[in-house]
Nanobody, 124 residues
Framework: QVHLVESGGGLVQAGGSLRVSCAASGRTFSNSAMGWFRQAPGKEREFVAGISWSCGSTYYVDSVKGRFTISRDSAKNTVFLQMNSLKPEDTAVYYC?????????????????WGQGTQVTVSS
């Protein structure tokens, strides 16, 4: 059974940085893709960033390009989301997701596994 556990959320001032992590277990992820999604109060869960585990190819939603970086540590089966220049509109619960395909997707329905989420709050 696959488990995804996020950590690293918290409260930060606008302009600050935060790194959230997702520890994965239960299967081999070398042929998988991982994604980060976020959900703000009253809004739909939206795609933020994705990474192909095998080749490291990444993709970002326009609103975070140049500010967020997704990466993975294969030895630790962990995916990271480094968030810089944070804005109040980045406030949300951030979810890690995994799918049994080597290519990421921006569609929530394409992901098979989900973590419990971690809260990120950016104050103005």
């Amino acid at each position: 059974q696959v488990h995804l556990v996020e950590s690293g959320g918290g409260l930060v001032q606008a302009g600050g940085s935060l790194r959230v992590s997702c520890a994965a277990s239960g299967r081999t992820f070398s042929n998988s893709a991982m994604g980060w999604f976020r959900q703000a109060p009253g809004k739909e869960r939206e795609f933020v960033a994705g990474i192909s585990w095998s080749c490291g190819s990444t993709y970002y939603v326009d609103s975070v390009k140049g500010r967020f970086t997704i990466s993975r540590d294969s030895a630790k089966n962990t995916v990271f989301l480094q968030m810089n220049s944070l804005k109040p509109e980045d406030t949300a619960v951030y979810y890690c997701a995994g799918r049994g395909s080597r290519w990421y997707s921006t569609l929530r329905s394409d992901y098979d596994y989900w973590g419990q989420g971690t809260q990120v709050t950016v104050s103005s």
